[in-house]
């Protein structure tokens, strides 16, 4: 069965097709027999309500594709280009891997914790150290309140933990 509210679309929508081909055979634009240009007439008189039908039903659900960059887009370079995700990498890596340099993850991980304690929650992790703690997790915590003194090689499982912590801020 057909929704009522479809049914207020697509009957009108036929009869006008229907009316449109009658006007059309009479002014001379289809120029078959009355049998061929009925048959048309009819059969587009079903279909196209049932493409319309079939667009709105699917057409909301569909995002509009754009075809050409814009200005803006072209002069973004692309995330694998960039060169703070680029130093992060390295830091990262080297963090991991190095045991010669001092850690520059800490520091960085430190100000993104900060930033999510301040924005999502008003505390200041600098000011307010008791509310901050009370937000944190207590892996996060111990990671934030004591940084790295030497330059050996960071655990892995620690910074995965201290980067979780932060997304769930």
Known sequence: MIPREVRGTLLPLGGGVLLLGALLFFVGSLQHSLA????????AALVLPLLVLAITRTGRYAERAWWASTPRQESVAPSAMDYRLLSIRRDLRDALERDDRPDPVH?????LAAERLRSHHGVDLDTQPDAARALVDPHLWRYLTTPPTDTRKRSRTALH???EGIEKL
């Open 161 to 163: 933990t201290a980067i």
């Open 36 to 43: 061929e240009a009925a048959a048309v007439v009819v059969l």
């Open 107 to 111: 520091p960085l991980l430190r100000e």
